[in-house]
């Protein structure tokens, strides 16, 4: 039980220096006994959640770009925000498969994997955030727009914590 606890307070500790602590520990705590402590395990943990959370976004936005009542401006929106999100879904994918080559801090192309990382997961963000931008102003179906946003915004949240973790 101690090295449980030990393991939950690291991923607990780690998850202070991200912008969403609470989601983080939510997202995080279920693979604590997997990171230990390991901060390569823990971003790579933080991207999976990120990733998990992008497929589901964009499989979400396809169903709803198919839905034919759709407005115009609402269908040009989803389907903004649905390309933004495969974008942002792909920029994630390579995150993860990078950070394999986060193994030594001393290695001369150590940074430059990091540095690829943070700037994939930055232009996720980016992403993520300008495709609620679409939705904002009158003329949408507030269901809509609300379930989309929510979607979204927990998206941006466990990129951010991702950002934040590699950093």
Do not use: Q
Not at 111 to 125: G, I, M, P
Not at 130 to 148: K, P, Q, V, W
């Amino acid at each position: 039980a101690g090295a449980a606890a030990a393991d939950v307070a690291f991923v607990e500790d780690a998850c202070r220096s991200t912008l969403y602590p609470s989601i983080c520990n939510r997202s995080l705590s279920r693979y604590a006994s997997a990171i230990k402590h390991s901060r390569r395990r823990l971003i790579g943990a933080a991207i999976g959640v990120s990733l998990e959370r992008s497929r589901s976004v964009k499989a979400f936005l396809g169903r709803l770009a198919g839905v034919p009542n759709l407005r115009p401006r609402e269908c040009a929106a989803v389907r903004d925000c649905l390309e933004m999100a495969a974008g942002g879904s792909d920029l994630i994918g390579k995150s993860m498969r990078e950070i394999r080559f986060l193994w030594d801090p001393r290695s001369p192309e150590f940074e430059f994997h990091v540095s690829n990382v943070l700037t994939w997961l930055s232009a996720a963000l980016t992403d993520e955030t300008t495709c609620l931008d679409g939705f904002s102003g009158r003329g949408f179906n507030a269901t809509l727009a609300s379930m989309i946003r929510v979607r979204v915004t927990k998206l941006a949240k466990v990129t951010s914590n991702a950002l934040a973790l590699c950093n």
